[in-house]
């Protein structure tokens, strides 16, 4: 067990520049789809505003007019990301390797380490328990009453696939990446450190805390401690699938990330 949980992707450099358009391609081809994926969660999280007597929200008749925007949206944001974590943040040396060795026609013995992607969704499935289980006693102590009414689990199963995909390009690929990147250039260095590498993770999670505030904002109020849970809570999944990246790349953190969700807000019920 210890060899698999400590067991990483190989980083091919050369390999990962040779199929670097391939990747970009797929990895663009996945965010618009995540973004896709996430349009009925968010037609549903309005129409639940609307239903509590919100005046100031904004749900378009149909679901093509979304699907227009959305598409449109997510492509140019999907390119901007993938230029980052591709091309600019090369030397951070992280990226997606197994995509790449996917197109390398290699055997699937040589592309996939079975026992590296089980233990990676087993630990984002321990993660996921232990969370469940202090927002138990967080309500047994200090219960929260929401503003409006959760999404059914169906919704939350489709968003689980759709932040996985997203919200893994954005912040792991995208801006850990990035930060990564910046400081390898300001200590002119090309090989990063435990340290600089563990610097991205931290920081690029305290981002993906404060972007789940406008979303937690539908639900509860947010106060002090309503905050705190959340960038507490996220800071703590954002260390996770950060590091999952850093060991075993992109594919795989996306993996874990849906398997995640998938234990937390559709197996589980941590808002009722």
Same mark, same amino acid.
């Given at each position: +067990?210890?060899?698999?949980?400590?067991?990483?992707?190989?980083?091919?450099?050369?390999?990962?520049?040779?199929?670097?358009?391939?990747? =970009?391609?797929?990895?663009?081809? &996945?965010? /618009?789809?995540?973004?896709?994926?996430?349009?009925?969660? *968010?037609?549903?999280?309005?129409?639940? @505003?609307?239903?509590?007597?919100?005046?100031?929200?904004?749900?378009?008749? *149909?679901?093509?007019?979304?699907?227009?925007?959305?598409?449109?949206?997510?492509?140019?944001?999907?390119?901007?990301?993938?230029?980052?974590?591709?091309?600019?943040?090369? #030397?951070?040396?992280?990226?997606?390797?197994?995509?790449?060795?996917?197109?390398?026609?290699?055997?699937?013995?040589?592309?996939? @380490?079975?026992?590296?992607?089980?233990?990676?969704?087993?630990?984002?499935?321990?993660? =996921? &328990?232990?969370?469940? %289980?202090?927002?138990?006693?967080?309500?047994?102590?200090?219960?929260?009453?929401?503003?409006?009414?959760?999404?059914?689990? *169906?919704?939350?199963?489709?968003?689980?696939?759709?932040?996985?995909?997203?919200?893994?390009?954005?912040? #792991?690929?995208?801006? +850990?990446?990035?930060?990564?990147?910046?400081? &390898?250039?300001?200590?002119?260095?090309?090989?990063?450190?435990?340290?600089?590498?563990?610097? %991205?993770? /931290?920081?690029?999670? !305290?981002?993906?805390?404060?972007?789940?505030?406008? &979303?937690?904002?539908?639900?509860?109020?947010?106060?002090? $401690?309503?905050?705190?849970?959340?960038?507490? %809570?996220? !800071?703590?999944?954002?260390?996770?699938? %950060?590091?999952? $990246?850093?060991?075993?790349?992109? !594919?795989?953190?996306?993996?874990?990330?849906?398997?995640?969700?998938?234990?937390?807000?559709?197996?589980?019920?941590?808002?009722?």
């Amino acid at each position: +067990m210890k060899k698999s949980v400590t067991s990483t992707v190989i980083q091919d450099k050369e390999e990962k520049k040779k199929y670097r358009w391939q990747v =970009a391609i797929s990895i663009l081809f &996945l965010f /618009i789809l995540g973004s896709i994926i996430n349009i009925p969660f *968010s037609r549903e999280v309005k129409r639940l @505003n609307i239903e509590a007597g919100k005046t100031n929200v904004n749900l378009n008749e *149909s679901i093509f007019k979304d699907l227009t925007t959305i598409g449109i949206s997510s492509l140019i944001i999907g390119v901007i990301l993938v230029f980052i974590g591709i091309w600019i943040s090369s #030397r951070a040396n992280l990226g997606a390797p197994l995509i790449a060795r996917i197109f390398s026609k290699k055997p699937i013995s040589k592309i996939i @380490n079975w026992k590296t992607v089980l233990s990676s969704i087993f630990l984002a499935t321990v993660v =996921a &328990l232990i969370l469940l %289980g202090l927002f138990e006693l967080q309500k047994e102590l200090y219960p929260i009453v929401g503003k409006i009414s959760r999404p059914s689990k *169906s919704f939350y199963a489709l968003v689980s696939f759709s932040a996985g995909i997203s919200e893994e390009i954005m912040f #792991r690929l995208g801006l +850990m990446s990035l930060i990564i990147t910046v400081i &390898l250039f300001l200590k002119k260095t090309d090989n990063p450190s435990n340290k600089i590498i563990w610097s %991205g993770i /931290i920081i690029s999670a !305290l981002f993906f805390g404060l972007i789940h505030l406008p &979303l937690s904002k539908n639900f509860v109020e947010l106060t002090p $401690f309503t905050i705190g849970v959340t960038m507490i %809570g996220n !800071l703590i999944t954002g260390t996770t699938f %950060g590091w999952i $990246f850093w060991k075993r790349g992109l !594919l795989v953190a996306i993996i874990s990330h849906i398997a995640f969700d998938l234990v937390f807000h559709v197996i589980g019920t941590p808002y009722t």
